[in-house]
Nanobody, 116 residues
């Protein structure tokens, strides 16, 4: 069982930056494939970025490539999403996800609003 708690969301102006954190409790964080998803009002949830257990593999949604960076610290049971050059279209609730095999866990989400 894994519990995920996101933090770091908020209101930021276009062009600004935020860093989201997802703290995991429970066992075996280091073996989970971790991801950040987002869901904007009226839209489907989409995968923004993910990272393998050893950090050797990362993947990004095309629209965030070059702006967002996912990383993890297995010693701290935490995964991060550094978001730079934020745009209004990045506004959404951001969710942390942990996955292994057919088992996955979700956090409660953190709101990111990009607006002037």
């Amino acid at each position: 069982q894994v519990q995920l708690v996101e933090s770091g969301g908020g209101l930021v102006q276009p062009g600004g930056s935020l860093r989201l954190s997802c703290a995991a409790s429970g066992s075996s964080f280091s073996i989970y494939y971790m991801g950040w998803y987002r869901q904007a009002p009226g839209k489907q949830r989409e995968l923004v970025a993910d990272i393998s257990s050893s950090s050797s593999v990362t993947g990004y949604l095309d629209s965030v490539k070059g702006r967002f960076t996912i990383s993890r610290d297995n010693a701290k049971n935490t995964v991060y999403l550094q978001m730079n050059s934020l745009k209004p279209e990045d506004t959404a609730v951001y969710y942390c996800n942990a996955k292994i095999g057919f088992t996955e866990y979700w956090g409660q989400g953190t709101q990111v609003t990009v607006s002037s």
